[in-house]
């Protein structure tokens, strides 16, 4: 058995604010790791701290330059078991993304589509939460009840046998 680590996060950045207050959720960002301590994650979102318009698959460092900016960042961190197989699956899903990351991009429209609940999705475009849970589902790690195009950030919270083991500043996790 091995361990994977999910990501709820709320980096109170502008969009982060703007789905918050559509989600109504205290996160708005989902992240993954294969580090206990989450010093690499990955997940859809913006390349550069500076900028929104150029986002899409982005490997992020805790200590790197984004989250020297958003040092407030609040997360919420889960533990989840996974086989040897589901484990290498994913890891070689994500190594392939990042390998060929200009081909996946963020999906802006997205947000709206799935605000309205619009199954409306383009190819290699994704929103955090759904790249991630569509990746734990390719893994064979967890099937959703809904579409993943349709999951949320709070819908990860929900998954069988994870496990809670730390809530409160990202810069502060060990």
Excluded: W
């Excluded at 361990?3 to 559509?22: G, V």
């Amino acid at each position: 058995m091995k361990k994977i680590y999910i990501i709820q996060m709320h980096t109170k950045t502008i969009p982060s604010r703007f789905i918050k207050l559509f989600t109504r959720y205290k996160y708005s960002h989902i992240a993954i790791s294969f580090d206990k301590s989450c010093n690499v994650i990955y997940s859809v979102g913006r390349k550069k701290y500076n900028t929104i318009l150029d986002a899409g698959f982005v490997e992020d460092y805790k200590y790197g330059e984004f989250f020297k900016k958003f040092k407030d960042t609040s997360c919420r961190i889960y533990e989840l078991n996974v086989t040897n197989e589901q484990y290498n699956k994913l890891k070689e899903k994500i190594i392939y993304i990042r390998d060929h990351e200009e081909l996946f991009k963020y999906d802006y429209f997205g947000l709206i589509f799935r605000y309205f609940k619009l199954p409306i999705i383009f190819k290699n475009k994704y929103v955090c939460s759904y790249l991630i849970a569509k990746l734990l589902e390719e893994s064979g790690i967890y099937k959703f009840p809904k579409e993943v195009h349709f999951i949320e950030p709070k819908d990860f919270e929900k998954i069988k046998n994870i496990t809670e083991i730390y809530k409160g500043n990202f810069l502060l996790y060990k």
